[in-house]
Structures are given as C-alpha cells and as structure tokens.
C-alpha cells in the first residue's frame, strides 16, 4: 500500500521517499570508529587518545531536523516498517565500508556473527512494549547472514534518560549496567550464542549515538566475555556530542 514518507509526506511506496533517502545518505566523511563528522576519514582526535571499546560505527545520517523521525516514528509512534527501512540502510551501509576496506587494503572486513542490539530496562520495555534496537537489530542479523540475541546483553539495572545528562556523566549513568544473561550457561541455544561471542565479531545495535557512552558500556561487556570486535551499527548520530 501507498505511505507517506516520514520526513517530507510525500506518498509513495515506502517509508521514505527516493529524494529524502538520497539526502539523508549522501557521503559524509566520519571517523571510522565513531562516526563523528569531521573533514575527513581519519581517526579523531578523542578516539586517538581515548579509544572506545568498540572498534568501529557504522551510521546512516546525523540525528538532527527533520532527520530524527527515522527514529522517533519507530520509537515513539511504533511505526515498525521504519525498523525494516533502517536495517535495509544499515546494510548496505556495511556492505560499502567492506568494499571501501577491500579497496583500500585487500582484505574485507570480517563479517559480523551475531548481532545484538542495546536492551532496554524492564520497566521501560514494558512501557513502551517493544524494543526500538531490537527492531532493527532482528531485521539486519538476516542481512549480514548473522545470528541475533534479543536478550543475550541484558540491563543489569536502570539507568537515567542519557538525554537528559550532560556529556561528563553519561559514562558515569551506564557504568556497569550491562551484563550477559545469566542463563546463558544452562540454555542450550544461548550457550551456543555466547560461545560465538568469544573470538568472534559482533554487531552491536542502536538507534541514536551521542556520546557513545551507551554503546562504550555495552561493547567492554563483550569485549570482557572474549569478544574480538565490536562493529556499533546505529540509525543516526548526533553531529556531535553534548556539553
């Protein structure tokens, strides 16, 4: 059926319009381990001198006017086909950074094994009933021939709105509040989850990255549990972050 696009309302046959999409993701040079806008390509300066525990962040756009529907829509309005349209982007945003790195060193860049996206506090869960990360993160694991764990990472207790904290103590809210599930060792399906984590890459998805404290946090979790890489695949980025 026709739809509306999300950003500009034109009807037509997707979520988003041919011309928002092309906008939205026009080339952005970034640094390549988190995604922030700068001039060119390189590593920043806060990931030279403090790197984060992820190695890598994939984004479509920055979260800014009118951008930020893409997620709102989902997470607020619970249009679900905007999770199908952002894991759509999301992977053939992967699929150029791997023919990017194939063209620039030889190699391609290992392919994700599981996908896992941020979890939400139960009592958020239950509010909002469904988890905006998981959305997308459910619909991109087929894309990139990767497993998926709803409920692998899980919140180790409720943390404040990051929205609502400035930049020094958005690391402080989410530390420690991240954990593997505790059944991973008797439930069969989740041990073999867990052993693909070690040794293996994993995806880790989100919705919006401002600081990158969220996603730091949840990446130093898999890393502790034997991961080899943490690629951060999220909808949009704040074009910078928050004082």
Same mark, same amino acid.
């Given at each position: 059926?026709?739809?509306?696009?999300?950003l500009?309302g034109q009807?037509?046959?997707d979520?988003?319009?041919?011309?928002c999409?092309?906008d939205?993701?026009?080339?952005?040079? *970034?640094?390549? *381990?988190?995604?922030?806008? =700068?001039r060119?390509?390189?590593?920043?300066?806060m990931?030279?001198?403090?790197? %984060?525990?992820?190695?890598a962040?994939?984004?479509?756009?920055?979260?800014?006017?009118? *951008?930020e529907?893409?997620?709102?829509?989902?997470?607020?309005?619970?249009?679900?086909?905007?999770?199908?349209?952002?894991?759509?982007?999301?992977?053939?945003?992967?699929?150029a950074?791997?023919?990017l790195?194939s063209?620039?060193?030889?190699?391609?860049?290992? =392919?994700?094994?599981l996908?896992? %996206?941020?979890?939400?506090?139960?009592?958020?869960?239950?509010?909002?009933?469904?988890?905006?990360?998981?959305e997308?993160?459910r619909r991109?694991?087929?894309?990139?021939g990767a497993?998926?764990?709803?409920?692998?990472?899980?919140?180790?207790?409720?943390?404040?709105? =990051?929205?609502?904290?400035?930049?020094? *103590?958005?690391?402080?809210?989410?530390?420690?509040?991240?954990?593997?599930?505790?059944?991973?060792?008797?439930?069969?399906l989740?041990?073999?989850?867990?052993?693909?984590? =070690?040794?293996?890459?994993?995806?880790?998805?989100?919705d919006?990255?401002?600081?990158?404290?969220?996603?730091a946090?949840?990446?130093?979790v898999?890393?502790?549990?034997?991961a080899?890489?943490?690629?951060?695949?999220?909808?949009?980025?704040?074009?910078?972050?928050?004082?």
């Open positions: 059926m026709p739809c509306a696009c999300v500009c009807v037509q046959a979520v988003v319009c041919t011309g999409a092309n939205l993701l026009a080339p952005t040079p *970034r640094c390549p *381990r988190c995604a922030l806008p =700068q060119d390509a390189s590593l920043c300066a990931c030279r001198g403090a790197p %984060p525990a992820f190695d962040t994939i984004v479509l756009g920055d979260y800014a006017p009118p *951008r529907a893409l997620v709102l829509t989902l997470k607020f309005g619970g249009v679900l086909p905007m999770a199908n349209w952002l894991a759509r982007e999301l992977a053939s945003a992967w699929t950074r791997q023919s790195q063209a620039a060193t030889g190699d391609a860049a290992e =392919q994700p094994c996908v896992v %996206p941020i979890p939400l506090a139960p009592d958020r869960l239950a509010e909002r009933g469904f988890n905006q990360s998981w997308i993160a991109l694991a087929p894309r990139l497993a998926a764990s709803a409920d692998l990472l899980v919140r180790s207790r409720s943390t404040a709105p =990051q929205t609502a904290l400035a930049a020094d *103590r958005r690391h402080l809210n989410v530390a420690g509040a991240f954990a593997l599930a505790r059944h991973a060792g008797p439930d069969r989740a041990a073999r989850l867990l052993g693909r984590v =070690q040794g293996r890459h994993v995806a880790l998805v989100d919006v990255m401002t600081t990158g404290a969220t996603l946090e949840a990446a130093a898999l890393k502790r549990h034997g080899a890489r943490v690629t951060a695949l999220v909808a949009l980025r704040t074009p910078a972050p928050s004082r």
